[in-house]
């Protein structure tokens, strides 16, 4: 067990001792928030006024502004459990160039325990600083207003981003076995920070695309997480929001918010709740676990 535990460690190391390589980790979401403050918010506000015509004068402008941000929020989340994953497991494709990933097999330490002292070392890595954006953001809408949000939902936040965490983990662990060079790793991590935002929803609501392409976006994880964030987060505050509306409209108002900004997942016609969301990308985590051992195994066994 100490042997794993030290690779873990190492895996660890290399990601925080390298400043550069944590900042970029970041840059999806960095790039919403620096968009947020450009024009999205206007974008997310617009969305929100068409949506609730007749009642602007009954819906305080903080709860507006308050369920903005915490769009705002479970969009820098989201991208960054996809982000900071995929960076940290660069260890891998750069210990396959400098032939140390060699060594580290002709050591006694299991082939399995490798390959999962990388995907610990990432998922340790992935929640730790899409935790901090989680506890800094909370700090920062309670010194703006009220979010409305309970210990459990925050609780349930945190678990969540756990959860995506592991997940984003997972799945990127089989996509990295297929690099050979950093120059790939890094130009595939450019694809992926650019399109990432549209697929999660952080830059346009997925509702604005075409049934077909949010279905498409929706078989992504990072999707699923994003939605459960988002639900857990403005919850309390469409309660609050429904409350000030006191029945006018029967609740329609908040049902439509609620899928205009996706609070729950849906592809090709299948709504998801919470939990079959959570089931979702769990199934999707142990495919992909058991996937990138057995890949490992057979890569160096060849060798």
């Not at 730790?128 to 949000?149: R, Y």
């Not at 609780?155 to 756990?162: D, E, N, P, R, T």
């Amino acid at each position: 067990m100490k042997d794993f535990i030290g690779l873990t460690r190492r895996n660890l190391l290399i990601y925080f001792k390298d400043v550069l390589a944590m900042i970029f980790s970041l840059l999806t979401s960095i790039i919403v928030f620096v968009l947020y403050l450009l024009f999205l918010k206007d974008t997310f506000v617009d969305a929100m006024t068409d949506t609730m015509r007749g009642l602007e004068n009954i819906v305080s402008s903080g709860n507006i502004d308050m369920f903005v941000n915490g769009i705002l929020l479970s969009g820098i989340l989201g991208s960054a459990t996809i982000t900071v994953p995929y960076t940290c497991l660069q260890t891998i494709v750069k210990d396959k160039e400098a032939g140390v990933d060699c060594d580290i097999c002709s050591t006694p330490l299991k082939r399995w325990k490798i390959i999962l002292s990388y995907f610990t070392a990432s998922s340790i890595s992935a929640f730790v600083m899409t935790g901090i954006i989680l506890t800094v953001g909370l700090i920062v809408l309670s010194a703006l207003g009220d979010m409305h949000m309970t210990a459990s939902s925050i609780a349930a936040a945190y678990g969540i981003v756990l959860l995506g965490s592991v997940s984003s983990t997972a799945l990127f662990m089989v996509i990295m076995m297929l690099f050979r060079s950093s120059s790939t790793c890094t130009a595939f991590f450019g694809i992926l920070s650019a399109a990432s935002g549209f697929v999660i929803g952080a830059y346009i609501p997925l509702s604005k695309f075409s049934d077909t392409v949010r279905s498409f976006c929706n078989l992504f994880p990072a999707s699923h997480i994003t939605s459960m964030i988002r639900d857990v987060l403005l919850t309390g505050l469409t309660e609050d929001i429904n409350s000030e509306i006191n029945g006018l409209d029967n609740g329609v108002f908040i049902s439509s918010i609620r899928d205009v900004f996706s609070f729950k997942a849906s592809t090709f016609g299948t709504d998801f709740t919470a939990a079959g969301s959570a089931a979702y990308i769990l199934a999707i985590a142990i495919v992909c676990i058991i996937a990138m051992t057995v890949v490992y195994n057979r890569t160096y066994r060849r060798r």
